[in-house]
C-alpha cells in the first residue's frame, strides 16, 4: 500500500546501522576500546530513535503522532538531517 509503520522504517533503519556497525568493529577493532564503540552504538541507537519518532510526530496544530508515513516521507525527512548527523547515525 505505499505506507510504513515507525517499526518497518525502525526495522530498516537497524539494518542499515548494523552494516555500519559491523564495518567499524572490523575496522577498530586494534585501534578502540571495546566500551568507546559500544558508548558509540548506544549514542547511535538513541539518535535513530529520536529521529524516528520526530518523523511520525504530528506537526502545526495536528500534534497527535502519525500512524504511518509514505517512502517520500521517510526520503525527505532524511534528505533534511544534516550531512553531519546522518553520518553520526550510521
Keep these: 500500500d505505499g505506507l510504513l509503520t515507525k517499526s518497518e522504517v525502525w526495522s530498516a533503519i537497524s539494518e542499515l546501522a548494523s552494516h555500519a556497525a559491523a564495518r567499524e568493529a572490523a575496522s577498530s577493532a586494534d ?5 568507546q564503540l559500544e558508548e558509540l552504538q548506544r ?3 538513541d539518535c535513530q530513535r529520536q529521529s524516528i519518532e520526530s518523523l511520525f510526530a504530528g506537526s502545526g496544530a495536528e500534534q497527535s503522532c502519525r500512524r504511518t508515513v509514505t517512502l517520500a516521507n521517510v526520503l525527505r525527512w532524511w534528505w533534511d538531517l544534516a550531512e553531519e548527523y546522518r553520518i553520526a547515525a550510521g
Design 31 to 35: 585501534n578502540e576500546p571495546i566500551s
Design 43 to 45: 549514542l547511535r541507537a
